[in-house]
């Protein structure tokens, strides 16, 4: 175990990234009406270059924020290991791979939004205004919280060292190669609670909390799957009852 002073560099700058993450989404949320955060919500699909870049820009920092957080112990432990070796460079690729993943993540949300805003389905806030795509979100993300897939990915992720020990790969090829592992490993675990940021809208910074919140309890907390498998129950069963206020 190194010392605290030689371990606080390394987490302090994964918090720093972390709480400036939330700053900013913090900052967008107070101040809707700055040109860069209104590019953010263009009123129709007819997306510029620039609608583009900063919806983009918005989803990978918003994904920083609320996955950095439930990574610590698996990129501290990544980071600490690196050091002890004398690679400290290792762990940024490592850092930076997983961030990599996230970014693929918030290209393809970037998409989705788009074709979603494209049927009329959420509003320049990206909030869902249609009763069936909340159904249908609810509903795939309670049931995926029940999957083999869900379950083998939230293993991993809930077991840092054992990934570490499991994964090991040699030299800043394989921190790159761990990093983007891991980073799959997360969204593997995480994408359909990420999909409910559809239902509460992107710019509810309570809503986008609380599916952070939500995701660290069951990577981190004591019996964390066992929550999970709660969440899924919850939110299938909320999934089926906008189902049959439609019917």
């Known amino acids: 175990m190194l010392p605290t002073a030689r371990r606080l560099p390394g987490a302090v700058l994964l918090a720093a990234a972390s709480l400036g993450g939330w700053a900013v989404l913090a900052w967008m949320a107070l101040d809707m009406d700055h040109p860069w955060v ?46 002890q070796q004398g690679e400290r460079a290792r762990a940024r690729t490592f850092v930076a791979a997983y961030l990599a993943v996230w970014a693929g993540f918030s290209a393809a949300a970037t998409a989705l ?22 159904a249908a979100l609810l509903l795939v993300a ?36 761990m990093g983007l592992w891991h980073g799959m490993l997360c969204t593997g675990c995480c994408w359909a609670l990420m999909l409910l940021l559809f239902v509460g809208g992107v710019m509810n910074l309570a809503w ?13 907390a004591p019996r964390g799957d066992q929550v999970g498998r709660a969440m899924g129950a919850g939110l299938f069963a909320a999934g089926s009852l906008k189902l049959l206020a439609m019917l």
């Open 38 to 83: 209104l590019s953010t919500m263009p009123t129709g699909p007819s997306w510029s270059p620039e609608n583009v870049g900063a919806i983009f820009a918005m989803w990978a920092v918003m994904m920083a924020a609320m996955m950095l957080p439930s990574a610590l112990p698996v990129l501290l432990a990544f980071v600490r290991l690196s050091v």
């Open 113 to 134: 939004q788009w074709a979603l805003q494209s049927m009329d389905w959420i509003d320049p806030m990206i909030v869902s205004r249609s009763p069936a795509l909340n």
């Open 142 to 177: 309670g049931a995926y919280q029940f999957s083999p897939l869900k379950r083998a990915c939230l293993a991993q992720c809930r077991s840092p060292f054992g990934f570490l020990l499991g994964e090991w790969r040699a030299g800043a090829r394989g921190a790159f190669v």
């Open 208 to 220: 986008v909390a609380a599916v952070a919140v939500a995701v660290a309890v069951e990577k981190l």
